[in-house]
């Protein structure tokens, strides 16, 4: 059964930085790209960035320069890096992997910008 389970959320002032991670189970975690998704209040899910099984990273254009994505395959855990946050940034993030032919989502986290 696969299980991610994500963490590190809360509450943080405009510019500050906070760190995401994601503990998966019940796949072989190091051969599955890893993404992570968040989503505003009231908005659309939207997609954030990727890491491939090889460590090849992608990001969306809002992001790009601020966040980072990162895995370790050893503890079958990925992490996002969220830097210089801004207020329109609050939203829950969820950790994601899409297997054998489904997508599967953590519970996820929530992350407040606001001073």
């Not at 991610?4 to 510019?15: D, F, N």
């Not at 993404?35 to 960035?49: D, I």
């Not at 992608?58 to 966040?67: H, T």
């Amino acid at each position: 059964q696969v299980q991610l389970v994500e963490s590190g959320g809360g509450l943080v002032q405009p510019g500050g930085s906070l760190r995401l991670a994601c503990l998966a189970s019940g796949f072989p975690f190091s051969d599955y790209a890893m993404t992570w998704y968040r989503q505003p209040s009231g908005k659309e899910r939207e997609w954030v960035a990727s890491i491939g099984s090889t460590g090849t990273t992608n990001y969306a254009d809002s992001v790009k320069g601020r966040f980072t994505i990162t895995r370790d395959n050893l503890k079958n855990m990925v992490y996002l890096y969220l830097n210089s946050l801004k207020p329109e940034e609050t939203a829950v993030h969820y950790c994601n992997v899409y297997y054998r032919d489904m997508d599967y989502w953590g519970k996820g986290t929530l992350v407040t910008v606001s001073s």
